[in-house]
């Protein structure tokens, strides 16, 4: 099997670029097939063909960061399209030269090197090796097989979402979703086992393939990658970049961009497994609006279609014994600026009100006999939708279509594993175990298209804890799953966001507090919240023994919750625009520290701290009592404390000390921060309106020069940038000898609805009284306060001159 190469640079001559590869290991000692042999070369507008006495390689470029390999054995036709590749090859010039030894082929600064004899394929990016294929593809009695050379000394990341440590180097992982109740710091599988693995040498190889198998990296310690798989394409890319960011924009290009989410969707949930009753729903919420806690959802877990957790799974309708005016409450709860999501799943049990109706019009998957599969699993007997099948996807829509005229807002996806899932089932498009891995991928693609088709102005919100490469296209939020309600649970869930983040999924996020278990531990609680501010979804949800919703917790606790959520609320702008960023070019909202500092072999194996966007250094609490914590600060800036101003040199450790209300959290020196002011006191996103705006710049002298943005819609348009309904607002700070000048500007779009704001700039680190404040040349009185180091300066930004403010600062 010869899968696809990713960029390879092309070397301008044969010798130099056989004495290159060489130069990286790739000779006799690592020959991939010393049987494979060339048998003809043909070079085509889009790609490069080489067949071989097995079979036939097609080299395709798609960018110049990315090359595409496919192995086609003899006796096979490629005929599986890609579930995960939405990008189209870009026209590029290629050069190929062909010498007695080597083939090298180059699209711009990719390149894929061939020699010969013994057979060897490998690749390059900007004349920098990246890796090579070992023993190329091969078939056992038990699967196929493709292998990669590694180096002594590179970290390996990526295979979805794992809890094995950041640099997850020596595991052979299942390529197999399955959900895992409880766990803590290890789990080998969890909800998305994605193809694709990423080195702390800045390159990525996606094996394009969904079927279940296997990712070895590196188990018996040989040096060897090794992606194994029942059946299927026999296809990857290898990706690189100069950067981490270059590298995970090039694989989001490659499988597709995160949509932004509604801007409620960064707000306060309401969770819980879960309530029962209307009545118990809008008691919790009462509370919310008594207590002043902010809240923008509530997730009505499987309650709402049954009394019972076994027996009603399938129902999909709500149970008037139990929500007697279900349109009423959510339309009341929307009165009250909250949205109301409704868990889903897959299985229609034999007992549902709806078994009959699924057996009749053929929505279930079968056994080969052609009739509907039924097993047995914790909720009952049961059946499942096929949800490849074209008949099914229309049925299971309409039910969506249904709920949403009744006002539901967002969808919960849940057991999309499926969490059982036979392998004698099967589906419309094959086996149970051919498609495992893409039903989640399927099912949210589903409610993506249903929306896109329907109600094409509207963004929906699927949260999902299973998926595949490029799920993110289809606006899947995913979660790590239940894990446990314990100090051990907490510590893995950086790893698992910041891991998912670099794959594409960057919206992951844990239940806040925990799931599993009667655990109650106030700290605990409140330390995970705190960590929750700095993730992308703040949803505390949580079995119910133990309560997860702040009302209900002990006053202290509920105090120190309250603050959370309110800082939640007050990042408002800073979450939104990063989002955006995200929607543009994939990156992060959380990143491995290692993004500062690609370079810094200490950083690989990091998850104790991390950046959120590009500007603040985030320190979650993991271990009870704690109460100093020794913080590495990136070598690429200085770093102020977010709520002391202290500052900190960049690229040493410090010891701070760790207080009870909330997390260590730093920004970078040069960063424009926009904030909510806290004295509107916002309960909701609806009443977010961008009107009144805090900016925060981190003045230092080390950056002379820097530059930030806010980005501002209406918080539910789908595509709306793409629409001309949105504006970017610059942020610019220049500095030189005595003078500081800052620079608003706003990029709007033609159909953007401008408005005034009032602003109040806050600049950090200012040592002494400006002697002078100036806004676009006129004087403005300015507040600076000696002991936090800030200067206040405030600005009325009027609409009809919001393309140009200048505001400078005399020192």
């Known amino acids: 099997m010869k899968i696809k190469p990713m960029q390879c640079v092309i070397v301008r001559a044969v010798g130099a670029s056989f004495l290159l590869f060489g130069a990286i290991g790739i000779n006799a000692a690592y020959a991939q097939n010393v049987q494979r042999t060339i048998t003809h070369i043909e070079k085509k507008a889009d790609s490069l063909e080489v067949t071989t006495n097995d079979g036939r390689y097609i080299f395709k470029p798609y960018s110049p960061t990315m090359v595409e390999t496919t192995f086609i054995p003899n006796g096979e036709t490629q005929t599986i399209p890609s579930h995960a590749v939405v990008l189209q090859p870009q026209k590029m010039q290629t050069s190929l030269k062909i010498s007695a030894n080597a083939i090298d082929y180059a699209a711009k600064e990719m390149a894929v090197h061939i020699q010969k004899a013994p057979f060897q394929i490998s690749y390059s990016y900007k004349n920098r090796v990246l890796t090579s294929e070992k023993n190329g593809y091969s078939h056992q009695a038990n699967g196929e097989t493709l292998d990669f050379n590694l180096d002594d000394n590179e970290a ?32 080998e599988q969890m909800n998305f086992g994605i193809p694709l693995v990423l080195s702390s040498r800045m390159y990525g190889i996606h094996f394009d393939n969904p079927a279940i198998g296997y990712l070895d990296l590196d188990s018996k310690k040989t040096n060897v990658l090794a992606y194994e798989t029942i059946s299927g394409r026999k296809t990857y890319q290898v990706i690189a970049g100069d950067s981490w960011a270059d590298v995970v924009a090039s694989y989001t290009q490659l ?195 249903g929306y896109a088709k329907e109600f094409p102005q509207e963004r929906p919100f699927i949260l999902m804890r299973s998926g595949y490469s490029g799920s993110q296209r289809y606006g899947m939020i995913p979660w ?23 794959q594409g999924m960057a919206y992951m996020h844990s239940d806040l507090g925990g799931f599993a278990g009667a655990n109650l531990d106030d700290e605990l609680y409140t330390r995970w919240l705190q960590y929750g501010v700095f993730q992308p979804i703040f949803r505390p949800h949580a079995q119910e023994e133990v309560a997860s919703e702040p009302v209900l917790r002990a006053p202290a606790t509920k105090a120190l919750a309250k603050a959370a959520i309110e800082l939640r609320y007050r990042m408002l702008p800073y979450n939104y625009t990063i989002a955006y960023e995200n929607s543009q070019r994939g990156l992060p909202l959380m990143r491995p520290l290692f993004y500062s500092e690609p370079g810094n ?52 450790h410090q010891v701070v000390d760790v207080a009870a209300d909330h997390i260590p959290v730093f920004v970078r020196a040069g960063a424009f921060i926009p904030l909510v ?12 309106t961008g009107k009144d705006l805090e900016l925060h710049y981190y003045y230092d002298q080390s950056v002379p020069q820097s530059h930030g943005m806010l980005y501002d819609d209406d918080g539910v348009t789908a595509h709306a940038a793409e629409q001309g309904r949105s504006a970017l607002l610059h942020f610019h700070a220049v500095s030189h000898r005595a003078e500081l000048e800052v ?28 002697q002078r404040v100036l806004i676009d040349g006129q004087v403005v009185a300015a ?11 405030p600005v009325q930004w009027r609409k009809q001159n919001q393309k140009q403010l200048v505001v400078k600062i005399l020192m």
């Open 601 to 652: 072999a200490r950083l690989y194996g990091n998850a104790d701290s991390y950046l959120w966007g590009n500007d603040f250094l985030v320190y979650p609490i993991l271990q009870s009592g704690q109460t100093k914590a020794e913080i590495y600060f990136p070598a690429d800036s200085q770093w102020f404390d977010f709520y002391t101003g202290q500052a900190f040199a960049a690229g040493t």
């Open 743 to 770: 620079t608003l500007t706003t990029a709007a779009g033609a159909h953007y609805q401008a408005t005034d704001r009032n602003i109040a700039l806050l600049v950090h680190n200012i040592a002494r009284q400006p």
């Open 156 to 187: 390996l990341y990526g295979a979805g979402a794992r809890a094995l440590g950041m640099n997850r180097r020596g595991y052979r992982l299942p390529l197999y979703n399955k959900a895992h109740y409880g766990y803590e710091e290890h789990s």
């Open 255 to 449: 499988t597709g961009h995160q949509p932004l989410p509604p801007r409620w969707a960064f707000g306060n949930f309401a969770s819980r497994f879960g309530y029962h009753t209307e009545a118990e729903a809008r008691t919790i919420l009462d509370q919310f609006h008594r207590d002043q806690i902010p809240v923008d959802a509530i997730i009505f877990d499987l309650y709402w279609f049954g009394k019972d957790i076994k027996g009603t799974m399938g129902n999909l309708a709500f149970d008037k014994t139990q929500f007697p005016q279900p349109q009423k409450m959510i339309a009341d709860f929307a009165q009250q600026g909250v949205k109301t999501i409704l868990i889903t799943e897959p299985f229609v049990l034999t007992t549902s009100d709806k078994w009959q109706e699924a057996v009749d019009q053929r929505l279930l998957a079968t056994g080969k006999d052609g009739k509907p599969f039924t097993y047995d699993f914790y909720f009952g007997n049961t059946g499942l939708i096929d949800i490849f099948d074209p008949h099914a996807q229309s049925w299971f829509w309409n039910i969506y279509k249904n709920l949403k005229a009744q006002g539901v807002a967002g969808w919960w996806g849940d057991l999309g594993e499926p969490e059982v899932h036979p392998s004698a089932l099967q589906h419309k498009t094959g086996s149970a175990d051919q498609v495992h891995n893409i039903y989640g991928h399927a099912w949210a693609k589903l409610i993506a298209d």
């Open 480 to 502: 790590s799953g239940d894990v446990n309600r314990t100090w051990g649970g907490l510590r893995s869930q950086p790893e698992i966001a910041l891991q998912m983040g670099m």
């Open 783 to 793: 507040r600076w306060d000696a002991k936090t180091r800030a200067l206040q300066v």
């Open 677 to 688: 002011p806290a004295s509107l006191g916002i309960q909701n996103t609806s009443q977010y």
